[in-house]
């Protein structure tokens, strides 16, 4: 699927933000990234289940990839992209999982440059759906998925945890 960008150093240009794949030896940056973006969200952030959950997608690029952002040689963030299925979007789709950049680098063009390079990720896996979700109160990400062609569905998402 991704195979590709796990061979390689997944160091791709775009609109001056540079990605780079996730490896097992930076978990603690991304962890520490983690914990700046939740902290900011209001989400209850747990190391040990980010981790666990870094190390899977790892171990299963299947399940999708995390990068790191850089805007120069500086560390600007991050995102998640993961994969579902799903009769109603014909097949395999993209989650935008997590996108996070650093209070310093907004207003840069990095989350633009982020979901562009995620849809060249899903086109390249034979993917032809990326959703995101985005915190009702959080304008500005809204009007960055809008001006990137997002729609926002008319129904809610309910999550019940197990």
């Avoid at 160091?11 to 902290?39: D, G």
């Avoid at 310093?104 to 032809?128: D, N, P, S």
């Amino acid at each position: 699927m991704l195979a590709f960008f796990r061979n390689h150093s997944l160091q791709a240009n775009v609109m001056n933000a540079l990605f780079q794949l996730l490896s097992e030896h930076e978990i603690p940056v991304f962890l520490a990234l983690m914990s700046e973006f939740y902290s900011g969200q209001r989400l209850r952030f747990d190391e040990e289940v980010g981790r666990s959950g870094l190390k899977k997608l790892l171990a299963h690029p299947s399940l999708g990839q995390a990068c790191f952002i850089y805007h120069g040689a500086e560390l600007a963030g991050y995102f998640v992209l993961t994969f579902c299925f799903s009769l109603e979007f014909h097949g395999k789709f993209a989650l935008l999982d997590e996108l996070y950049v650093r209070e310093q680098f907004r207003g840069r063009h990095l989350g633009q440059a982020v979901i562009a390079f995620a849809e060249t990720m899903c086109k390249q896996a034979g993917v032809k759906t990326l959703r995101l979700e985005v915190g009702r109160e959080n304008e500005a990400a809204q009007a960055l998925y809008r001006a990137c062609g997002f729609v926002q569905d008319e129904r809610n998402l309910f999550t019940k945890w197990l």
